[in-house]
DNA sequence: GTCTATAGGTGGATAGAC
DNA sequence: GTCTATCCACCTATAGAC
């Protein structure tokens, strides 16, 4: 009853998921492989059928959660509220999705680009490279939704990136607001 | 030969320095208090009659260091470059050497705020409550030195931690070095 | 492909001698 | 205060049954 190459693609997605909410939560040294499977519903033994190293599954959760979260933040949906000021509609979805209370909450998940900045820092070449492609993905699209210089969509970046991290790493529930907000009418302002 | 109260703070010392530069290069999980001890020229045995968890030690190191690392680059000394813009000169010189190549590297240790964001997002509240006190203090020294608006200050801090953990992940040099130079004149435009 | 069991290593914290 | 020796818990990766 398990033998299906649906059912593989299917395991694979339900460790990839807890994966990358796991690592989100607690970093790659404190994330085990038995918290992850056990998320799965599976146990230790399965896991290297599916990849060949924890490392392997660090920087394929961190694309998989990376892509997702960002294609939801984008909004390919319907559902858009009103346009402020003259920013297009997606970007400014993005800019309220991403430095949110929500999202800094990491209750579901969260973008691996800001939670795990420094974590990754601390890792070899593949997964940094992993990171950089990540992140110049990123660059790509919010240069098309904002026609702004390159330094510009670069700071908005950092903003957005940074403002969730320090955001997260800070116990003041008022400051983190003061930062989060700070960091949308610096973006805004550079538009 | 060792027992005077001024050995145990040279003691103390050593380990504080050693455990800054370790914990900003591998972070609070890779770094052992066998290699903290190494490096301050002891053995894990002594460890416990200066500190009493490793979770102490990494708040205690985390002080010392921002500390440290602030009053340096905000420069109490007396060659400074010349002054550039409008701004402070005390302002320009804290940002050059913040977002310096050298100060990304590590090579002389590195800001726990910036080195270490997500790794103590992760951590508990004694942690993060430390955290907290350093960047309100770092807040108060900005706020100082240039005379803008709160949220302007805020945006800056951002862009100046997280510009630094931000190339710090990255592989790419050249990104690297963009990252870096959008957040200088990013924090430039703000003054 | 998934399970149980285990190998093999690491590291925080403590005890007790000096 | 600093040392050596040890306890104990945890975790990655593999072996082998089903």
Redesign the interface.
Known sequence: MAWSPEHKQQSRERILKAASRLFA???F??TGIDQVMAAADMTRGAFYSHFKSKAELYTEAMTWAGIRRFRYALGADSADQPTVDSAPPSLNRLVETYLSEEHISGQHGGCPM?????????RD?PV??C??RL??GMLGKMSEVAQVD???V??N???M???V??A?????PE?QQ??L???K??IQDNL
Chains 1, 2 share one sequence.
Do not use: H, W
């Open positions: 939560a607690r970093g040294e404190q800001a939670f795990l900045v420094t974590d990754i820092a601390q070449e940094r490279s990171y950089t992140l110049k390159r330094p510009q670069l700071q970046m950092v903003m990136i940074g403002g991290a320090i997260r790493a800070v116990n003041d400051l003061e930062l907000n700070a960091c009418t610096g």
